[in-house]
């Protein structure tokens, strides 16, 4: 699986766009880019998933270079409850017996303060 | 709707004793997945599975052994504990979904077990 590169922290203000890079440049075609979070003592939880093209959930959206190299996950309005460690993870599609595991980084202290 | 549930939540152990961490899932899922994850560092994969009867190493499994009886269960043993075995670990699962490009589902964790070994 590609490595990935991300800020070891960042800071946002509550309600503002919370921006996280992650940088990917060695990622291959059939390499899909996710993003998951962990807040403390709690399991990773899923945000966003995606190929090539930008994607939006009710979480966040996801935006990926034209030549997918890097991306960057954004929280458009960022709470104090999104204040946790993120990962930005590539990964094998699975397929017959083959299982796309998860490789999971240092990921983005993301704090959001008042 | 239980998702997916370890048990137990905390557990501390002697040095040498055995014990068995429970995962049930209850979303049918064909992947299942054990991570540790020690203090600063990302979750590093021990095993997994990617059905019934089927599993298989990821890259820290020595120490560790599973099995896969059945969808739901996929319990991870310790068959002689070791202090550098203290650790939270997490339980995944994932479904797996025919078709050309296989499966991009993204995986459901549970909360984890806080394991102490003296």
């Known amino acids: 699986d590609a490595k990935t590169t991300q800020p070891t922290s960042m800071d946002c203000a509550e309600g503002r766009a919370a921006n996280l890079p992650c940088n990917h440049s060695t990622i291959s075609g059939n390499e899909y880019v996710y993003w998951y979070r962990q807040i403390h003592s709690q399991g990773p939880q899923y945000i966003i998933h995606g190929l090539k093209n930008n994607e939006t959930n009710e979480m966040a959206s996801l935006i990926i270079t034209e030549d997918r190299k890097s991306s960057t996950l954004i929280l458009p309005h960022a709470t104090l409850r999104d204040t946790a460690v993120y990962y930005c993870i590539v990964r094998v599609s699975a397929g017959g017996t083959s299982y796309g595991k998860l490789t999971f980084g240092q990921g983005t202290i993301l704090t959001v303060h008042p | 709707n239980a998702g997916v549930t370890q048990t137990p939540k905390f557990q501390v152990l002697k040095t040498g004793q055995s014990m068995t961490l429970q995962c049930a899932q209850d979303m049918n899922h064909e992947y299942m997945s054990w991570y540790r994850q020690d203090p600063g560092m990302g979750l590093r994969l021990i095993h997994y599975s990617v059905g019934a009867g089927i599993t298989d190493q990821g890259e820290v499994p020595n120490g560790y052994n599973v099995s896969r009886s059945t969808t739901e269960d996929f319990p991870l043993r310790l068959l002689s504990a070791a202090p550098s075995q203290t650790s939270v670990y997490f339980c995944?699962?994932?479904?797996?979904?025919?078709?050309?490009?296989?499966?991009?589902?993204?995986?459901?964790f549970g909360d984890g077990t806080r394991l102490s070994i003296l």
């Open positions: 995944a699962s994932s479904p797996r979904v025919t078709g050309t490009l296989g499966s991009n589902q993204p995986q459901h």
